[in-house]
């Protein structure tokens, strides 16, 4: 079946814009983690969903960065007035549950100017 | 919350030899350990994970091993090729948390 999906795959934003990234997880994956990756380090984590429920978000950065996952299934990661620093790239991944390996979308490159 | 530290950040060897990775971790709570490959401008993707009740797992060149007394664990890659070039990260989690934590990489280099 299809694997994790994350649109768009590239963003070019200006400083102060909003932009929203989009993430298909595989069908039926309970779990959803948003994470940041910056250049030549690991991913950092954002936020967790369990189904619709956020229960974790204590990894995002600001109160510019809001996720949600409304009906268990896509979610989408907002960033409000972007600053240079939100430069990155958001990695989204899916698992079966908990302690599942991660599937990884190909990510979002998010370039703030 | 969990730490996870990774060593070292740059492995080079020559083709054939064995390539080690060392990561080790804080919380004693932690009991999922993956490893994943990243190639250049590509997603991560797991290639072996452990949990908290085995000492080791082998698959085919690649084997974890982890010391829970000593919290660390080790990816081995055994007769290395040019395409195990990559990042590899490790990563771990508390069965509370679920979420895991990743350490900060390792770019393998692999020469012909």
Known sequence: GAGVSQSPRYKVAKRGQDVALRCDPISGHVSLFWYQQALGQGPEFLTYFQN?????????????????????????????????????????????????????????????? | GENVEQHPSTLSVQEGDSAVIKCTYSDSASNYFPWYKQELGKRPQLIIDIRSNVGEKKDQRIAVTLNKTAKHFSLHITETQPEDSAVYF????????????FGRGTSLIVHP
């Open chain 1, 52 to 113: 619709e429920a956020q229960l974790d978000k204590s990894g995002l950065p600001s109160d510019r960065f809001f996720a949600e996952r409304p009906e268990g299934s896509v979610s989408t990661l907002k960033i409000q007035r972007t600053q240079q620093e939100d430069s990155a790239v958001y990695l989204c991944a899916s698992s079966r549950g908990p302690n599942s390996p991660l599937h990884f979308g190909n990510g979002t490159r998010l370039t703030v100017t």
């Open chain 2, 90 to 101: 490790c990563a771990a989690s508390m069965g509370g948390s679920y979420i895991p934590t």
